[in-house]
């Protein structure tokens, strides 16, 4: 087996995602990138919100996977909407079906192909799917971005739960990277209170310098990407597989 790590980034064209592939290529992964626009390392140009897509997606990744005796292999995935903005029922319809299609199914159906690919490789391997605190908490205007992490969440506790079972070298997380100043943030802060009641909160800890640095969350949940859920603890947090963790989790 050689030495070389293969890490596979979906949403790296920007923000968290962006940060991730820098920090990745300066450990000296390979470094293989999908997103809509333009992204670095080997990229494939893909919409995660168009289920068609999927197919073409797992495909390649399990090529990029099965070409090299890989020491590890990881898939982060990052990519995800907010928009629309809006109660449920009161939002454009074709937009909301994306947040879910994006949000919630793309995830579930890669993480599946990744731990079959990964399975096939014989490899350790780590699952990281990108998660928020609004699994867990209720924002008025966010109905298919809340009930999206909170799929993903449980669909994390599951696999990884799995995996134990299977005693596999398969690691499957799910990682909140908090309030962080990206694109995403600067969207939620124009929405007015009718849309989205909680805006006020948002501007507060915008003006207030709350917002994490991209560069450095994302440095961060790279770091804990390289990790095994093998019940070890790693910077305060105890790393089981399946586990729902926070970038607040980490000392």
């Known amino acids: 087996m050689s030495d070389q790590h293969l890490t596979i980034i979906t949403g790296a064209s ?21 997103s809509r626009r333009p992204g670095p390392g080997t990229h494939l140009a893909a919409d995660l919100a168009e289920p068609d897509a999927w197919s ?10 099965a070409s090299s005796d890989w020491a590890r292999v990881t ?27 994006l949000n919630s199914a793309s995830a579930q159906v890669l993480g599946d192909r990744f731990v079959a690919s990964a399975a096939r490789a014989g490899c350790p391997a780590m699952l990281m799917i ?20 909170a799929a993903t969440d449980m669909w994390c506790r599951t696999a990884g739960l799995e995996q134990t079972m299977r005693e596999s070298a398969i690691s499957v ?8 100043a990206t694109d995403m943030q600067a969207m939620i802060r124009d929405q007015d209170e ?18 994490g640095d991209p560069a450095e969350v994302g440095t961060a949940i ?4 390289q990790q095994t859920c093998d019940g070890t603890t790693y910077r305060g947090a105890t790393l089981t597989n399946g586990a729902i963790l926070d970038i607040r989790d980490l000392d």
């Open 14 to 34: 920007s923000g968290i995602g962006a940060a991730m592939a820098v920090a990745a290529a300066d450990a000296g992964h390979t470094v293989a990138t999908v």
């Open 56 to 65: 073409t997606v797992g495909d390649w990744a399990d090529e990029l996977i």
């Open 75 to 101: 898939l982060i995935h990052n990519a995800g909407t907010l928009d629309p903005i809006g109660f449920a029922g009161e939002v454009d319809h074709a937009a909301y079906q994306t947040n879910v299609l």
């Open 130 to 149: 990108i998660s928020s605190g609004a699994g867990k908490n209720p924002y008025p205007g966010w109905s298919s971005y809340c009930a999206g992490k």
């Open 173 to 180: 997380l799910s990682m909140a990277p908090g309030v962080v």
């Open 194 to 211: 009718t849309a989205f009641p909680n805006v006020a909160r948002f501007h507060e800890m915008h003006e207030g310098g709350q917002l």
């Open 222 to 225: 790279f770091a804990l990407a």
